[in-house]
């Protein structure tokens, strides 16, 4: 099978943009989360989608929002772009009934 | 809530040494635990898991297991390799209705010649 895929792999946006980075999962899986992580706070849980539905949110403000398609793809947005949303955001996906997530290679996100 | 305390790193061994990354943790009910690890500029690779008490995890050489009495998941291997050097990092999960992963802060192994 293949593996949960990202895209942009690199990305660079100035402040006050906006930017929507993709999440194709694993075949099958019906789970995406997303997750941020940085040198300072580590990794931290964004949000889940399961079944296009958002079962789960981390505490973020309200400029980082998601989606899920019915094919399980998902997108995350962020809005107004801040120098301190600089970081490696990284999707997962699972079957949604077990525990284990399986993650992409990440997004990067620079913003000047 | 729940939460996941490692050891702090960098943690530098020379090959062939015995290696041994702390992790405790704090959560309700009967969490499944994780080790993942981090190849530099890479995502998250599943290393080992185990999903109940005394269960023990193991992959590549690593081994971890579940003690629920001293809420701990400590990752050894007994002869590390300078392709072992990465960031690893603990974590747990509930089964359930959701999936929200908690994780560790993250151990740097640097592994010298």
């Known amino acids: 099978k293949a593996g949960v895929t990202q895209t942009p792999r690199y990305l660079i946006k100035t402040r006050g943009q906006q930017v929507t980075l993709s999440c194709s999962p694993i075949?099958?899986?019906?789970?995406v989360s997303w997750y941020q992580q940085t040198p300072g706070q580590g990794l931290q849980f964004l949000f889940e989608?399961?079944?296009?539905?958002?079962?789960n949110k981390g505490n973020f403000p309200g400029r980082f929002s998601g989606r899920q398609f019915s094919n399980s793809r998902s997108e995350m947005n962020v809005s107004t772009l801040e120098l301190g949303d600089s970081a490696l955001y990284l999707c997962?996906?699972?079957?949604?009934?077990?525990?284990?997530?399986?993650f992409g290679p990440g997004t990067r996100l620079l913003v000047l | 809530g729940d939460s996941v305390t490692q050891m702090e790193g960098p943690v530098t061994l020379s090959e062939e040494a015995f290696l041994t990354i702390n992790c405790t943790y704090t959560?309700?009910?009967?969490?499944?635990l994780f080790w993942y690890v981090q190849y530099p500029g890479e995502g998250l690779q599943l290393l080992l898991k185990?999903?109940?008490?005394?269960d023990k995890g193991s992959n590549k050489g690593f081994e971890a297991t579940y003690r629920k009495e001293t809420t701990s998941f400590h990752l050894e291997k007994g002869s590390v390799q300078v392709s072992d050097s990465a960031v690893y990092f603990c974590?747990?999960?509930?089964?359930?209705?959701?999936?929200?992963?908690?994780f560790g802060t993250g151990t740097k192994l640097q592994v010298i010649p």
């Open positions: 974590a747990l999960s509930h089964s359930g209705g959701y999936q929200k992963v908690t």
């Open positions: 185990a999903t109940k008490a005394d």
């Open positions: 989608y399961f079944s296009e539905t958002q079962r």
């Open positions: 075949s099958g899986h019906r789970s």
């Open positions: 997962a996906s699972s079957s949604g009934g077990e525990e284990t997530q399986y």
């Open positions: 959560a309700t009910g009967y969490p499944s």
